[in-house]
Nanobody, 128 residues
C-alpha cells in the first residue's frame, strides 16, 4: 500500500522549533520531488518547500527562507522539514506530497497539480 505519513507537528511558542517527518511506504521516493504544503486561507494549498529526493536540490517559498530546512534520508525513505524561529503565521496543517515534477522549484511553483500522493497532514500551532 502506497502511503506518505507525516509526524512531528505540535504546539510551540513563537521562536520555537519543530521537525516534521514524511515517511514513505509502498514505493521509493528516489524519482520524485517531495513537497511540503500548508493549507493556508485560499482555495489551494500553499507550497512551503520542495526537494528533489534523488539529487537533494531544494526550493523554499520566500516566507520561510532562512528559517526552514528541508532534507532527506535515503536509507529511511523519509523527508524532513526542520522549522526554526516559528511565527504565529506559520500555524497551519502541513502536508507532504510526492509528484513527478522535473525540479524542486517546478514542483513548488506549479503546486498541487503535480501531486501523485498526499500524506494525511499534521497540525502545527505557534502561540504568540
Amino acid at each position: 500500500q502506497v502511503q506518505l505519513v507525516e509526524s512531528g507537528g505540535g504546539v510551540v511558542q513563537t521562536g520555537g522549533s519543530l521537525r516534521l517527518s514524511c515517511a514513505a511506504s509502498g514505493f521509493t521516493l528516489d524519482h520524485y520531488i517531495i513537497a511540503w504544503f500548508r493549507q493556508g486561507t485560499g482555495p489551494e494549498r500553499e507550497d512551503v518547500s520542495c526537494v528533489d529526493f534523488g539529487s537533494g536540490s531544494s526550493y523554499y517559498t520566500v516566507s520561510v527562507r532562512g528559517r526552514f530546512t528541508i532534507s532527506r534520508d535515503k536509507s529511511k525513505n523519509t523527508v524532513y522539514l526542520q522549522m526554526n524561529n516559528l511565527k504565529p503565521e506559520d500555524t497551519d496543517v502541513y502536508y507532504c506530497a510526492a509528484g513527478p515534477a522535473t525540479t524542486a522549484q517546478a514542483m513548488c511553483t506549479i503546486g498541487t497539480y503535480m501531486v501523485d500522493y498526499w500524506g494525511q497532514g499534521t497540525q502545527v500551532t505557534v502561540s504568540a
